[in-house]
């Protein structure tokens, strides 16, 4: 049974402070862009993109309303294809370890995803789920390019030579270490006893304490890091929001895009 069933757990928990009044108003994920909220991006994705079939939303700030939300839209509407959805209370100020530990007996399948319920994305997914369950990999750490909101000042040489917005980044390089680094999603795919393994129960930052100890050499657990090939993007605070909203940018016109493709569905 377990290997029919497609695990996704969702972050969606938070208090929104960084989205001022609104964030006291609704919960982040449920914030509209192009006026469906962020979890209908991100369901309509999984549902009918990627296959996944379950779902476990640890909520906390303004719960409630994320669970009347599904059970007035996404359990009418896909009630033919056996989705499951577990909405469980995790506490209004609870970290996000303790709320990932606290519904760790709700994951049904033997890998699950992973994400944050803010942003918005467009990939094959499933297939690098599928190839993390092939290759038996304990933990897959999904990577993107992002768009710096930032002006970026070019240098060579230690010199100025140009000034450019909305740089387009792919990885960051850290000549002190000698490391490159690629930017993190907050999307991983992780095998589910992984998490009777690890001990992160009282963690402050769950990405700090969780994924290091899987990466760590001597563990010698399997790991893999895939750059996704296509779009995503996360709404952090109001002016990221504002971004996806608007009509003249690249992001916008990519969300849109998005809308279009699950809206008729």
């Not at 999984?46 to 996404?74: A, C, T």
């Not at 038996?136 to 993107?144: G, K, S």
């Not at 893999?224 to 709404?235: D, H, R, V």
Request: glycine share 6%.
């Amino acid at each position: 049974m377990a290997d029919k069933i497609k695990t996704a757990v969702i972050l969606c928990g938070g208090n929104g402070t960084r989205l001022g009044a609104i964030g006291k108003k609704i919960p982040k994920t449920l914030i509209l862009v192009k006026k469906k909220p962020i979890l209908w991006y991100i369901l309509s994705n999984l549902i009918l993109s990627q296959n996944f079939n379950h779902f476990v939303l640890p909520v906390g700030h303004k719960g409630d309303m994320i669970r009347k939300y599904i059970e007035k839209y996404f359990i009418p509407k896909f009630f033919f294809l056996d989705i499951k959805f577990d909405i469980i209370n995790t506490g209004k100020n609870t970290a996000i370890a303790k709320r990932i530990f606290m519904i760790n007996k709700k994951i049904l399948s033997k890998n699950f995803l992973l994400l944050n319920g803010d942003a918005i994305f467009d990939f094959n997914l499933g297939k690098i789920f599928d190839n993390h369950n092939k290759k038996n990999l304990d933990l897959t750490l999904l990577t993107c390019s992002v768009i710096s909101p930032f002006g970026v000042v070019v240098k060579k040489k230690n010199k100025p030579i140009n000034f450019q917005r909305d740089m387009n980044y792919d990885e960051i390089y850290n000549l002190k270490q000698n490391v490159f680094g690629e930017i993190f999603t907050g999307m991983s795919i992780i095998k589910t006893n992984l998490l009777k393994k690890i001990d992160f129960k009282n963690s402050k930052n769950f990405e700090i304490n969780f994924y290091p100890k899987i990466l760590k050499p001597k563990n010698r657990y399997n790991k893999s890091c895939e750059k996704i090939n296509g779009f995503w993007y996360a709404m952090d605070d109001l002016k990221q929001v504002e971004i996806a909203n608007s009509k003249e940018n690249y992001i916008s016109k990519k969300i849109q895009m998005i809308k279009n493709k699950f809206n008729g569905k």
